[in-house]
């Protein structure tokens, strides 16, 4: 019990932390400090997410937030009224419309789904990223969140283009933000101490050393890539369920570097810092 104790007790504490903020911003009323917590518990959420990759491999990710935007988008498609997307995506095409149209799913199923996209965008792009380290990976996942804010930009008939995506319902609230992330919490800690983290964790203090005891650095660095992925489709989804209208530089440089910023001050290798 007491090695339990002694492992768990930072997560544990970190979550305490998330409860006594939602319930002293819930017990105050206001508005502005309900939204004001509400990023910061978003952004705490990217950066646990960050952490599960860039954390335990040692290299940094600057296009996560592009799977933020894909999340974002395609919850908000899920979940807007039909005859709202009837009228502001007529022109989308047809064997997209003619699920999404009709489709006015709830919050978690929108949030799996918008895991789910984010997941199997970083299962292709992961095939590359996996094989490279240090500038080639840093800049490779750069080109990401390019190529997914130049797809947002160039396909209005899907995503509505350089304009802001308006009337997605608010589902997201400061209750749902803070279990989801202390769930979060949890899960980059259990990934941290799984075999899993300690193999891609070996592989970030000396890559030979851990090829030289048959760890398999290209899968360990693939799967965590995937995985926080899935995070930020799902932290996508919330994102777009609370504030209302967002639009593509949303999920553009000036988060991607605030998150970065905030893993680094924070600490790479720990998730509670």
């Given at each position: 019990m007491s090695r339990i104790l002694r492992n768990w007790w930072p997560p544990v504490a970190l979550a305490v932390v998330v409860l006594l903020t939602w319930l002293l911003v819930s017990a105050s009323g206001s508005v502005t400090l309900e939204e004001d917590a509400m990023r910061v518990l978003l952004w705490m959420m990217l950066v646990v997410g960050l952490q599960i990759f860039s954390g335990n491999s040692g290299i940094m990710s600057f296009g996560h937030v592009g799977f933020m935007g894909a999340g974002a988008y395609f919850a908000a498609l899920l979940v807007m009224p039909p005859f709202m997307k009837e009228t502001n995506f007529k022109d989308m095409p047809g064997f997209l419309a003619s699920w999404i149209h009709p489709a006015e799913l709830g919050l978690l199923p929108s949030a799996l789904a918008a895991g789910l996209l984010a997941a199997v965008l970083a299962a292709i792009?992961?095939?590359?990223?996996a094989r490279l380290s240090g500038i080639a990976a840093a800049i490779a996942t750069l080109a990401i969140l390019v190529i997914v804010n130049t797809f947002i930009l160039q396909t209005p008939s899907i995503t509505g283009g350089s304009d802001v995506v308006v009337g997605?319902?608010?589902?997201?609230?400061?209750?749902?933000?803070?279990?989801?992330l202390i769930a979060l919490i949890f899960l980059a800690y259990a990934f941290k101490q799984s075999r899993f983290g300690l193999r891609l964790r070996a592989s970030r203090e000396n890559e030979e050393a851990a090829r030289s005891v048959a760890v398999n650095v290209r899968r360990e660095r693939y799967i965590a890539f995937v995985v926080s992925a899935a995070v930020f489709g799902v932290v996508g989804a919330l994102y777009a369920q609370y504030f209302n209208g967002f639009a593509p530089n949303d999920f553009y440089f000036a988060l991607t570097f605030l998150i970065v910023a905030m893993l680094v001050v924070g600490g790479m290798h720990s998730v509670t810092g």
């Amino acid at each position: 019990m007491s090695r339990i104790l002694r492992n768990w007790w930072p997560p544990v504490a970190l979550a305490v932390v998330v409860l006594l903020t939602w319930l002293l911003v819930s017990a105050s009323g206001s508005v502005t400090l309900e939204e004001d917590a509400m990023r910061v518990l978003l952004w705490m959420m990217l950066v646990v997410g960050l952490q599960i990759f860039s954390g335990n491999s040692g290299i940094m990710s600057f296009g996560h937030v592009g799977f933020m935007g894909a999340g974002a988008y395609f919850a908000a498609l899920l979940v807007m009224p039909p005859f709202m997307k009837e009228t502001n995506f007529k022109d989308m095409p047809g064997f997209l419309a003619s699920w999404i149209h009709p489709a006015e799913l709830g919050l978690l199923p929108s949030a799996l789904a918008a895991g789910l996209l984010a997941a199997v965008l970083a299962a292709i792009f992961g095939i590359a990223i996996a094989r490279l380290s240090g500038i080639a990976a840093a800049i490779a996942t750069l080109a990401i969140l390019v190529i997914v804010n130049t797809f947002i930009l160039q396909t209005p008939s899907i995503t509505g283009g350089s304009d802001v995506v308006v009337g997605v319902p608010r589902s997201t609230t400061i209750a749902v933000a803070s279990i989801v992330l202390i769930a979060l919490i949890f899960l980059a800690y259990a990934f941290k101490q799984s075999r899993f983290g300690l193999r891609l964790r070996a592989s970030r203090e000396n890559e030979e050393a851990a090829r030289s005891v048959a760890v398999n650095v290209r899968r360990e660095r693939y799967i965590a890539f995937v995985v926080s992925a899935a995070v930020f489709g799902v932290v996508g989804a919330l994102y777009a369920q609370y504030f209302n209208g967002f639009a593509p530089n949303d999920f553009y440089f000036a988060l991607t570097f605030l998150i970065v910023a905030m893993l680094v001050v924070g600490g790479m290798h720990s998730v509670t810092g």
